[in-house]
């Protein structure tokens, strides 16, 4: 049953991607790990991650023959948690201090406090001290909803816990559900690329510009470094992730660009220029504000494969609003739906990150989607995805939940090789997936935020 439910999701993925429906066939699962949870989480890991290798692998088959995939329920379990395990030295923690769930007048809400910015918002609206204590004093006076809105108009990062029947009645939850799980616009047309893959580095010579931060879309373009691409990685002057840097920037290179400056915004435009692709995760407004919209960057580099994400979906009254995972588990009804699974008296969210990290395999494989399009001359590609309708993917298949104990990693799991990384030396896990004659592995070690020019190699 479960093989069944995971080929299930992987076929509604390459729907979504446009492949052959032969490419699900050449996928194989394997082994019995999965991650405790009413939901199908093992399952949607395994399928997201062999949906973006079997992209790969239908781009190898351009110029060879199409290599097959397997992808083990462990490994892609794995790597929906924590890829990197440091040795002699300990990562932070990602969550700031006032973080987390408190009961409101009325129910439960979430507060994401992670950014300095989206914790002076949340505070500024409490008025009160940074204490875990103090805070869950003062949202105990609000009603989720109100509290919520309050706390979102003041550029911060709240969710109301809801339950499933309550998404799909609110309007922005009808919205996704009315949105396909990606979202393709094909802005011109005749572009061919005179690049060509090969099978031992199928993304080797592919420019990929990274605006993202934690996690789906640092996730992408982490499986995009595996299979050779060139990623430059850009962030702020002033932007850090201690907790999480570590673990995605394998394969990257990473620099700073201030786009609120016109040297800034010009650097931008050079390296946009002389991209492939392009994922970013800023609000849909974002980009457009300073001078980069989607045509744009189209007339930038005629032919760029444009790969988006939004956490809340590209429509409905949230389009635009601020999110993360845990916020949309909240939202969606996946922490109530666990609340209940356990017959708990606080929200049960998913045991790892899954909406990220899918979303992420999602990213990435509508990127490689896009190379065979432009390598094939069957246009350009752009699509966006969001965190709500991966949510949504999910939550269709509740009805296979797993109470098993997942192991946590083992010497076996881990490859042979030390990863000296800019923090010190670590351990990594082995691929996540396997496709034929192609191997998964990353020439750059993780690397600090800034350590890099913003330029391609020549």
Not at 131 to 145: F, L, Q, S, Y
Not at 320 to 336: H, N, T, Y
């Amino acid at each position: 049953m479960s093989n069944d439910v995971t080929q299930s999701m992987l076929d509604s993925i390459l729907v979504a991607l446009d492949l052959p429906d032969e490419a699900g066939s050449r996928v194989t699962f394997s082994g019995e790990d999965r991650l405790p949870s009413c939901f199908p989480v093992s399952e949607l890991a395994a399928a997201s991650i062999g949906a973006a290798a079997t992209t790969v692998s239908e781009l190898v088959g351009l110029f060879s023959a199409v290599p097959p995939v397997s992808v083990s329920y462990r490994s892609a379990s794995l790597w929906f948690g924590w890829s990197i395990q440091p040795l002699g030295w300990e990562l932070p923690s990602p969550w700031d201090s006032i973080a987390g769930d408190y009961k409101s007048s009325d129910g439960w809400i979430k507060l994401h406090t992670n950014a300095p910015h989206h914790r002076a918002a949340a505070l500024s609206v409490l008025d009160c001290e940074p204490t875990r204590e103090a805070v869950a004093e003062k949202v105990e006076t609000w009603r989720g909803d109100e509290l919520e809105d309050a706390i979102v108009a003041a550029g911060g990062c709240a969710a109301r816990l809801r339950s499933g029947a309550e998404w799909a009645a609110h309007p922005q939850g009808k919205a996704v559900t009315a949105e396909p799980l990606i979202i393709w616009t094909t802005p011109s047309n005749g572009i061919v690329s005179e690049w060509r893959s090969s099978p031992a580095r199928p993304l080797s010579g592919l420019r990929v510009l990274d605006l993202t931060r934690v996690l789906a879309g640092p996730v992408a373009t982490r499986f995009l470094a595996g299979y050779g691409a060139d990623v430059l990685r850009v962030d702020p002057p002033e932007w850090d992730e201690p907790g999480v840097i570590p673990e995605v920037t394998l394969g990257k290179r990473c620099a700073r660009l201030d786009l609120k400056t016109v040297s800034g915004r010009d650097s931008f435009k050079r390296l946009l220029g002389e991209a492939d692709i392009l994922i970013h995760g800023y609000r849909s407004d974002a980009l457009e504000g300073i001078g980069f919209s989607a045509a744009e960057r189209q007339a930038i580099r005629p032919g760029l494969i444009d790969i988006s994400l939004d956490a809340y979906g590209h429509s409905g009254p949230w389009a635009r609003r601020r999110g993360f995972d845990s916020l949309v588990q909240f939202s969606s009804g996946i922490a109530s739906a666990g609340m209940d699974w356990q017959n708990a008296d606080t929200p049960v969210s998913l045991p790892v990150q899954a909406l990220d990290h899918a979303t992420g395999y999602l990213l990435a494989a509508a990127a490689v989607r896009g190379v065979i399009a432009r390598t094939t001359g069957s246009g350009t590609l752009c699509a966006r995805v969001s965190l709500a309708r991966t949510a949504k993917l999910l939550v269709d298949y509740k009805g296979s939940p797993s109470n098993a104990e997942f192991a946590p990693p083992i010497d076996e799991d881990f490859a042979a090789a030390v990863e000296q990384t800019d923090w010190g030396p670590a351990r990594r896990l082995l691929p996540p997936v396997n496709i034929a004659s192609t191997p998964m592995n990353w020439t750059r070690p993780a690397t600090k935020l800034g350590s890099s020019t913003a330029g391609w190699i020549a």
